[in-house]
């Protein structure tokens, strides 16, 4: 809540601060002090520590090297397990990759050269900060073409992790925070950001507007060339306008610093179409050399004496030991050269050809002579994959059917090909590389799925009110059945505000230890109280207006105000819980489970506190078991999670029930990773190869 809002809800408490002290005030002087409703004095104390907390938080700002810091420490957190991803657990396992940089525009730096290890302090060094992330194309002959899998993902994690180190230890840098380029729903970069602040690394609103408004944070936007199909990105794509949009971003009167990661081939077409990115450092990271990858065979796969034994062949061809004699190279090894010139590549062999696997490590260089050595290791990836062992460092691979794999993940590839067309859903361009449990209804009748989902949301609250209307007496039911649709009605508009695309809501528990915890749940109390409160005064005295209610209108007032007040309170509990959700999450699959703990809990406050309500006009015992049964009923519908278990019925047969947990040990055996709230394949190649392949 911002500080309108803060404000507002000072002006809403002082009102209601008025009608509850003014109003009796005025009656006990009119009738005496006997008449006076102890409900509207205690609707009158709330409304003034309303009043007060929301005057105080008014005068209340984030401070915004608290906040970037916060969110700097996060970023470490959650992108060391990323790189870490990418080594398959194995950080030693690291290439120090080499890097030549050419400036463009006013771009100046110290350095035009540089290893892996030196990228935080090339970045540093830049003015503005701006740049490209590209690979080196493939020499003809290799079998392949272009710069897939280079490093440039695994570069730009680099950055990221120093830069955001440096920024938790109080250095004066910008936070960078990694946004997937196909993630991008068009509009500005701020808007983006806004978004991604707030969805993937749960910052309050009014946090991330800070943050964005004193220019903290800088965008890393990965994998440009996924934006749109083929290799040749014209005027009018996807990746065109995303460049117009990054010249567009400013920092006061200069380029706003920004980083890229994009294919060669791509980024080369946006040159020659004249729409590329303006005043860039364009980073070109340069092939593994033969010593390179001899060195990471060698830590990998080739580190005991039996290892060392079978892989011999190929280590010599790749790098011979000065000892060894000089003879002619021989063609299959210069192939195997450039076959195995990349870390995507070479993490391909030293899995495909992992000792569990039983394969002999010298077909590499028959099958490179012959050129059907890549096609080969995409092929054998995921049976390699789920079956060798795991290296040093990383976590046991779970037991995992090959077939099976093979089939759910060429379903979820071909899903992902199908949307780099750039087909939408709702307004929202669907996902080319980012599945998202919660997003993944539209794979299959995405229009039946909705359609469910609102019938089910409308029925459990209509249910909920004939429930309602069974447990309470004859009279006076009809107010308080006016009353409970009212509140009926405001939760299925929430549900429908959710809109298409629900977001999962999950509950944790406030940290009240610190100024900054206190401080934000006074700010959800002024924010949240005083509207439930004022509506239920006036609805009380709109019911002892009419005749309702066996009361006077003060009185009314009064007894309305104290039910608002209490649903107030379970509704700043509910929001004081959720905001503290703020922690981002490295498992894609706990937010869903997040959200059926909250609807549950959620329900479960609402519900009790409406069985307590409603026993003072209806039997205890029914109107206690009604109001929780149709609170744990309400919790459930307009979430995420329901709509998530909707398509999980749709997709029986040919996704697994248990999805999260299939595609959290898909990501322990190297095949997928994360990239804040989704899942990516391993790497785009891999992606592309089961969308085109046969049906397994």
């Not at 000892?323 to 192939?335: D, F, L, M, N, Y």
């Not at 894609?588 to 609807?599: A, H, I, T």
Request: include cysteine.
């Amino acid at each position: 809540m911002g500080t309108w809002g803060r404000r507002a809800s000072a002006a809403v408490g002082a009102i209601a601060l008025l009608s509850g002290v003014v109003l009796p005030v005025r009656s006990a002087l009119e009738k005496g002090w006997g008449d006076v409703d102890p409900g509207g004095l205690a609707v009158a104390s709330v409304g003034l520590a309303i009043a007060l907390v929301g005057l105080w938080t008014a005068r209340r700002r984030y401070d915004s090297a608290e906040v970037a810091a916060g969110l700097a420490r996060s970023v470490v957190r959650v992108e060391q397990e990323a790189f870490a991803q990418l080594l398959g657990g194995d950080v030693n396992g690291v290439i120090d990759l080499s890097f030549t940089a050419d400036m463009t525009g006013r771009v100046r730096g110290a350095t035009a050269t540089g290893r892996l290890e030196d990228v935080v302090s090339f970045y540093r060094g830049l003015t503005p900060g701006r740049v490209v992330v590209t690979g080196t194309p493939a020499p003809p002959g290799a079998g392949v073409a272009g710069d897939a899998g280079a490093g440039k993902t695994l570069t730009a994690l680099a950055l990221v992790i120093g830069l955001a180190r440096a920024r938790a230890d109080g250095e004066p840098v910008q936070v960078p925070v990694r946004l997937t380029a196909t993630s991008w729903p068009g509009g500005t970069i701020e808007d983006w950001l806004a978004r991604e602040l707030e969805q993937a690394w749960k910052q309050k609103r009014a946090q991330a507007r800070l943050l964005l408004e004193a220019q903290l944070v800088l965008p890393v936007i990965d994998g440009v060339d996924e934006l749109d199909p083929g290799d040749a990105p014209g005027p009018g794509s996807r990746a065109a306008a995303l460049m117009a949009e990054v010249n567009r971003y400013q920092l006061g009167t200069a380029p706003a610093p920004v980083v890229l990661t994009c294919r060669r081939l791509q980024y080369e077409a946006l040159e020659h179409g004249q729409v590329p990115a303006r005043t860039m450092a364009l980073v070109r990271l340069d092939r593994v050399s033969p010593a390179q990858a001899r060195a990471f065979l060698e830590h990998r796969v080739a580190d005991t004496s039996v290892g060392r034994a079978a892989w011999q062949p190929v280590l010599d061809a790749l790098d011979p030991p000065a000892s060894a004699s000089v003879t002619a190279v021989r063609p299959e090894a210069t192939a195997l050269r450039r076959a195995l010139d990349t870390p995507w590549r070479l993490t391909l062999a030293a899995t495909v050809y992992h000792p569990a696997t039983g394969r002999q490590p010298a077909d590499l260089l028959t099958r490179a002579g012959n050129g059907t050595l890549h096609q080969h290791l995409l092929t054998h990836y995921i049976d390699a994959a789920v079956t060798a062992t795991p290296g040093p460092g990383a976590a046991a691979v779970p037991a995992l059917d090959p077939a099976k794999t093979r089939r759910v993940l060429t379903v979820l590839a071909r899903y992902l090909h199908a949307n780099a067309a750039g087909r939408t859903e709702q307004g929202r361009a669907l996902s080319s590389s980012d599945l998202v449990l919660h997003d993944l209804w539209p794979l299959v009748k995405a229009r039946a799925i909705r359609l469910q989902d609102v019938l089910l949301t409308v029925l459990l609250n209509c249910g909920a009110w004939v429930a309602f209307g069974r447990a309470l007496p004859e009279q006076p039911s009809k107010s308080w059945m006016y009353l409970t649709g009212a509140l009926l009605l405001v939760i299925a508009l929430s549900c429908v505000e959710a809109g298409a695309w629900p977001v999962p809501r999950p509950l944790r528990m406030p940290r009240l230890s610190s100024v900054f915890g206190l401080r934000s749940v006074a700010e959800e109390l002024a924010g949240t109280v005083w509207g439930p409160t004022l509506l239920g005064a006036v609805g009380g005295a709109y019911f002892a207006a009419r005749g309702q209610m066996r009361s006077g209108i003060l009185a009314g007032a009064g007894y309305g105000g104290a039910v608002g007040l209490a649903y107030g309170l379970v509704f700043a509990l509910i929001m004081c819980l959720s905001m503290n959700s703020h922690v981002p999450r490295t498992d894609p699959g706990s937010p869903l489970r997040g959200d059926l703990v909250g609807g549950l809990v959620a329900g479960a406050l609402f519900g009790t506190t409406t069985g307590l309500v409603y026993r003072l006009v209806a039997d205890p015992g029914a109107a206690l078991a009604t109001g929780l049964a149709s609170g744990l009923a309400l919790g459930l519908g307009g979430r995420a999670w329901t709509r998530y278990t909707i398509f999980r019925l749709h997709v029986r047969g040919r996704l697994p029930w248990r999805l999260a947990s299939f595609l959290r040990r898909c990501q322990q055996a190297g095949l997928l990773r994360t990239a804040g709230p989704a899942w990516q394949f391993r790497h785009r190649e891999l992606q592309e190869h089961l969308a085109v392949a046969p049906p397994p």
